[in-house]
């Protein structure tokens, strides 16, 4: 195959730059936009002259001149579209969240591992210059034992009718962890409030825990005037803070850590603090999106496995799906 032919579904508000993106990518053609709206669609052809367009969904996701296609449609939807372009013998691109329950997202596997087709989830932090720095930090041994993940992201968001803010908020956050922590958790914690009292919560804490001791918390609220976007994460030798509210220093190694000691006396417990530089690293540039598409197209032509391959989109969707549990349930432990 040397070009591969893509239909997007769904041009609201992040489909616009999906069609950008695979637009630019290397041998790679946005043969169709689709969507339910012909206004979305009216939208398209303003902005991409020539572009063919369709309010026919099967039939674009039957067109055998088709190959591949990109879900940017809400997560609800998610399932319905894939298992059908799945099951049409296209490869398939899903916005996240993967899908809205554990069933639906281990089905969707199942089907593409039976027709020999990629399946992956647009995780577009993962393609971040900031977060491929942090894993290779890790991976290197320089920020010491990986012991905790610690994420706010916060701000006056949009309230969604359909899913809690965990849903909405949570995934990226999520798939970063699962990218940069090779062991899987063994179960989550989570409470939550709504305020518009209509069982969508607008604020969540979510512990999720380890078999070691290694632990991630994710604070998301749309009730936050203040917007934050940060993240720490923590080594015996070094902690890194990654803010995204930064236009160019997102990332700072801090070489402060502390260790404990056991002294003869067995009861007394000493800890030892050590101060040291903050160090701002030079990151890459590239626009993230623009990576996730030529992944998702080199791994269509190549069989390779995607950085962001359905496991990661599993994964993110088993801590939500659990985490929504332990909220109903006042933060009850829920085991992955
Ligand atoms: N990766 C990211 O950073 C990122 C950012 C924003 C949104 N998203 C994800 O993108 C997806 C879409 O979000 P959005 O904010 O663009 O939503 P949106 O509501 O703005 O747009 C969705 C579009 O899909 C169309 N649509 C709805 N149902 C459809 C169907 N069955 N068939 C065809 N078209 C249909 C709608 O007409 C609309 O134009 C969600 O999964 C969301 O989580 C990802």
């Known amino acids: 195959m040397s070009q591969v032919n893509c239909a997007i579904i769904g041009f609201g508000y992040w489909g616009p730059n999906l069609v950008r993106n695979f637009a630019a990518a290397a041998d790679c053609h946005v043969h169709t936009v689709a969507d339910l709206s012909p206004e979305r ?7 991409y002259p020539g572009l063919h367009t369709s309010t026919d969904i099967d039939a ?3 067109d055998t001149a ?3 296609v990109v879900i940017a449609t809400p997560v609800f939807t998610h399932f319905d579209l ?3 372009a799945l099951n049409a013998g296209k490869h398939v691109l899903l916005e996240k969240p993967m899908t809205d329950t554990v069933a ?3 089905e969707l596997i199942e089907l593409a591992i039976r027709h020999g087709k990629t399946l992956m989830v647009d995780h577009t932090f993962l393609y971040t210059p900031s977060v491929r720095k942090i894993k290779a930090l890790i991976e290197e041994g320089s920020i010491g034992k990986f012991k905790y993940f610690d994420s706010t992201r916060i701000n006056l968001g949009l309230i969604q009718q359909d899913v809690n ?3 909405d908020l949570a995934p990226h956050d999520i798939s970063i962890l699962d990218f940069l922590e090779p062991t899987l958790p063994i179960s989550v914690n989570a409470t939550g409030v709504s305020h518009i009292h209509n069982g969508i919560e607008n604020i969540a804490y979510l512990s999720v825990n380890y078999q070691h001791d290694f632990m991630a918390h994710f604070n998301c609220s749309w009730s936050s005037p203040l917007k934050i976007r940060m993240m720490l994460v923590g080594g015996d030798h070094k902690m890194v803070v990654f803010n995204d509210m930064e236009p160019t220093e997102k990332i700072k190694i801090y070489d402060t850590a502390h260790s404990v000691r056991t002294p003869e006396e067995k009861q007394r417990i000493l800890v030892d603090y050590r101060v040291g530089d903050v160090y701002i690293p030079k990151l890459e540039g590239g626009e993230a999106l623009a990576g996730m598409a030529k992944d998702f197209i080199q791994s269509i032509m190549t069989g390779k496995e995607p950085v962001a391959s359905y496991r990661s989109g ?3 969707v088993k801590i939500l799906e659990a985490a929504q549990h332990s909220i109903k349930q006042q933060g009850k432990e829920i085991k992955l």
Do not use: M, P, Q, Y
Not at 41 to 47: D, E, P, S
């Open 66 to 68: 088709i190959d591949c």
């Open 60 to 62: 674009v996701i039957h």
């Open 314 to 316: 599993l994964n993110t």
């Open 41 to 47: 669609l009216a939208a398209a052809t303003r902005l």
């Open 165 to 167: 803010v965990l849903w």
């Open 104 to 106: 639906h997202a281990e």
């Open 82 to 84: 894939a298992k059908k």
